[in-house]
């Protein structure tokens, strides 16, 4: 499994809209190609983390063309574009 860890700032005035907006494209969000789990956090100052789980390392860069398409529908939310690692995932469970 290779995970993919994105991270981001929200704009403290629209951390509503960007529930609002996850919630509206979960759909979209978990058709990423070979994702097998998505997970999201977020503090109460906006820092957000996703951690987007895959099957493998082809899987990973196959979803990262979907990634950018949500990434752009949020860009007027966030302080400064996200910024994504690929790391091997060395141990899950459930």
Known sequence: MFARL????IKPD???DF???RRANETEIY?????????????????????AIFDGVQA???????A???????????????TARFLEVMAAKG
Not at 6 to 9: Q, S
Not at 36 to 46: A, F, K, M, T, Y
């Open 68 to 82: 950018r398409a949500l990434w752009n529908q949020f860009a007027d939310m966030v302080d400064e574009e996200p």
């Open 19 to 21: 529930r609002t907006w």
């Open 31 to 51: 058709a990423q190609p070979g994702l097998r789990h998505w997970i999201g956090l977020v503090s109460e100052d906006g820092q957000a983390f996703v951690v």
């Open 14 to 16: 629209r951390l509503e």
């Open 6 to 9: 994105t991270t981001f700032r």
């Open 60 to 66: 990973a860069c196959d979803a990262a063309p979907a």
